[in-house]
């Protein structure tokens, strides 16, 4: 009997088309949502420093299965923010003291990109709220 039951949802998932990654990325969402305050409380930088990135890389692989997710597109943009001015910026007045502009290129540039993807993240959040006329992106445009 229990082969039987086991069976028919199998197949009644698999004719539903459910997504058992979407499934689980929508789990995973939520677990994000309630642990982020846990880096805020971390008193090692550098430990902060070394794990943001693969933070972000974990929440840009979610976003793949779940683009239209606003908790996770905030916190995306959020850390994309934080490792800019946290971090790259940090390096990079560091640089700026020793005189070393060729460092200071180098961090200049990493922040910017990594302020770049937050406000692409954020806008399109806000667009997949608002999409006529062009959305976030469009009224950015317009001057609004």
């Given at each position: 009997?229990?082969?039987?039951?086991a069976?028919?949802?199998?197949i009644?998932l698999?004719?539903?088309g459910c997504d058992?990654?979407a499934?689980a990325?929508?789990s995973?969402?939520?677990v994000?949502?309630?642990?982020?305050p846990?880096i805020?409380?971390?008193?090692d930088a550098?430990?902060a420093e070394?794990?943001?990135?693969g933070?972000?890389?974990?929440?840009?692989?979610v976003?793949?299965?779940?683009?239209?997710?606003?908790?996770l597109r905030?916190?995306?943009?959020?850390?994309?923010?934080?490792?800019g001015?946290?971090f790259?910026?940090?390096?990079?007045e560091?640089a700026?003291v020793?005189?070393d502009?060729?460092?200071?290129?180098?961090?200049?540039n990493?922040?910017?990109m990594s302020y770049a993807?937050g406000?692409?993240?954020?806008?399109q959040?806000?667009?997949i709220?608002e999409d006529?006329?062009g959305?976030?992106?469009?009224?950015?445009?317009?001057?609004?």
């Amino acid at each position: 009997m229990n082969r039987t039951v086991a069976v028919s949802l199998a197949i009644a998932l698999a004719l539903s088309g459910c997504d058992m990654a979407a499934f689980a990325a929508g789990s995973t969402i939520g677990v994000f949502v309630r642990a982020s305050p846990a880096i805020q409380r971390l008193q090692d930088a550098d430990l902060a420093e070394s794990a943001l990135p693969g933070s972000i890389s974990q929440l840009e692989g979610v976003m793949e299965l779940k683009p239209e997710n606003a908790d996770l597109r905030l916190l995306l943009a959020r850390s994309y923010g934080s490792y800019g001015f946290g971090f790259l910026e940090e390096r990079m007045e560091r640089a700026a003291v020793t005189d070393d502009q060729e460092q200071v290129e180098y961090f200049r540039n990493r922040a910017s990109m990594s302020y770049a993807r937050g406000k692409e993240v954020a806008m399109q959040m806000m667009t997949i709220w608002e999409d006529e006329d062009g959305g976030a992106q469009g009224a950015y445009s317009r001057g609004i």
